[in-house]
């Protein structure tokens, strides 16, 4: 079974500048996918950005970008430009890839981010 | 189009009472997940659907739990005899297949708390 471990409990930023959240997990499978999911104070869960981990380069979704190591089993999210929405709970992500679980995700522990004006 | 709906959005109930929780999924989604958020638990898997079918029960935390699924649309999800550790935010989730690749999209949440 995969584990996903978010270590930073909460973060804060100002506007306009970058931060990075990190996420760590484990598994022994070779193939796989990340996600990181938002969920702002409305609590609806919204994919932010997903990483197939058998492709060398870092997904990018506008302002979102992961930096994925997978020999360190590293998937950090770096948002640019913070803006006041993006002040929400994220969760780093993985889903299993077989099994009778299939898609099940299993979560970190989830990081607050605050962005101030 | 519509994405994933649940109800009631809030839900106060009485130790010892049963609640049904709903969610109707995007259409055409034939894979749906239920999700529990806790405090102390964080986010858990409860229960995955492929079509009508459970082949993933194992997240259900007590028999006081079950959940069907009918017409490979809505689902209910029934706790019998809450309890006040039964506290917490349900999450239901629907994607176009199950699979790791396939983007899960989630419901508002049903917000439950046991008296």
């Known amino acids: 079974a995969q584990t996903v471990t978010q270590s930073q409990p909460e973060m804060s930023v100002q506007e306009a500048e970058t931060v990075t959240l990190s996420c760590t997990y484990d598994?022994?499978?070779?193939?796989?996918?990340l996600f990181w999911y938002k969920q702002p104070p409305s609590r609806q869960m919204i994919l932010v950005i997903r990483q197939e981990a058998y492709k060398q380069q870092n997904a990018t979704e506008n302002r979102f970008s992961v930096n994925f190591q997978k020999a360190a089993k590293s998937f950090s999210l770096k948002i640019s430009d913070s803006q006041l929405g993006d002040t929400a709970m994220y969760f780093c992500a993985f889903p299993n890839a077989g099994g009778t679980s299939y898609g099940k995700l299993t979560f970190g522990q989830g990081t607050i981010l605050t962005v101030h004006p | 189009g519509a994405g994933v709906s649940q109800s009631p959005s809030n839900k106060v109930t009485e130790k010892g009472k049963d609640v049904e929780l709903r969610c109707d999924p995007i259409?055409?989604?034939?894979?749906l997940y239920w999700y529990r958020q806790s405090l102390g638990q964080g986010l858990e898997f409860l229960i995955y659907f492929q079509g009508n079918s459970a082949p993933d029960k194992s997240g259900l935390p007590s028999d006081r739990f079950s959940a069907e699924r009918t017409g490979g649309s809505v689902s209910t999800l029934t706790i019998q005899r809450t309890q006040q550790e039964d506290s917490a935010v349900y999450l239901c989730a629907s994607s176009l297949a199950g699979g790791a690749p396939y983007e899960q999209y989630f419901g508002p949440g049903t917000r439950l708390t046991v008296t």
């Open positions: 259409s055409g989604h034939t894979a």
């Open positions: 598994t022994s499978e070779s193939n796989y996918y």
